[in-house]
């Protein structure tokens, strides 16, 4: 199982950036995705999920907002777009699989099957 997230990188506050996470290995359709990040010194902290259909999505009171997840489950891939960057939201982007084929997603990373490699979000005021 291969979750790759990319689509990091710098910006400027109040600039926007999409994330992107391809996944392979496992039935994509069968599991939330979900959307963490981890600042430099700090704990993984949840962003938001969407469920294994794409039909329901749950966010922090940090990303409501500012922040949406879709995904296409024809290509393996779920998004995550993010508006409105502020200094704060500096952290490494992760994104992780839990099988759940009803509801939403955990908020907790460690109810998560698969992690990937994370991707680099600065945000410069």
């Not at 990319?6 to 939330?32: D, E, I, K």
């Not at 955990?106 to 410069?124: A, F, P």
């Amino acid at each position: 199982v291969q979750l790759q997230a990319s689509g990091g990188g710098l910006v400027q506050s109040g600039g926007s950036l999409r994330l992107s996470c391809g996944v392979s290995g496992l039935t994509f359709g069968t599991y939330a995705l979900g959307w963490f990040r981890q600042a430099p010194g700090k704990d993984y902290e949840f962003v938001g999920v969407i469920s294994f259909n794409g039909q329901t999505s749950y966010y922090s009171d940090v990303a409501k907002g500012r922040f949406t997840i879709s995904r296409d489950n024809a290509k393996n891939t779920v998004y995550l777009q993010m508006n409105g960057l502020k200094p704060d939201d500096t952290a490494v982007y992760y994104c992780a699989a839990e099988p759940r084929d009803y509801g939403l997603g955990s908020v907790d990373i460690n109810e998560y099957d698969y992690r990937g490699l994370g991707t680099q979000v600065t945000v410069s005021s």
